[in-house]
């Protein structure tokens, strides 16, 4: 007769373990990837603030550029959003209206805030960091600062 108590703890435990470590790696991974959307979630919210800072600004160069004035804001933003670096593009969609866009250089992140604009707004792409927004009396330009 085999005695069999030996072979039955020894199984038992080495399926439990086996049981814990597919528990422990389907929970890393679960995690990972909610910290990865709550990631680019961040990395969107900051997008829309820094973008709706420099509708601001350009809007406000717009009034003066449309009264014939001439002004230059400058604007310190970070250089990078969540570890990253971004570009800011304005874009024309149609007559007096526009576009900015802020993109992320690694993950391809993009948010669009549209505006309207009385003068001409210069097509431009600029990297994030200082930035300047230059109105010369007919035209409104964005620059690196």
């Given at each position: 007769?085999?005695d ?73 933003l ?10 800011i ?57």
């Amino acid at each position: 007769m085999m005695d069999n108590r030996g072979v039955a703890s020894s199984l038992n435990y080495i399926l439990g373990l086996g049981i814990a470590t597919v528990l422990v790696v389907g929970l890393l991974i679960a995690g990972g990837n909610l910290i990865e959307d709550q990631r680019e979630q961040v990395v969107r919210n900051e997008l829309s603030v820094l973008g709706q800072q420099m509708v601001s600004d350009i809007s406000t160069a717009d009034r003066f550029t449309a009264e014939g004035g001439e002004i230059t804001i400058e604007r310190d933003l970070p250089k990078l959003v969540a570890g990253e670096h971004y570009r800011i593009t304005v874009v024309q969609d149609a007559p007096n209206e526009y576009s900015l866009l802020l993109r992320t250089s690694r993950t391809d992140i993009t948010v669009q805030i549209a505006f309207r604009a009385e003068s001409s707004i210069t097509e431009s792409s600029v990297d994030g960091g200082s930035v300047s927004i230059v109105g010369d009396g007919s035209t409104v330009e964005v620059q690196n600062g």
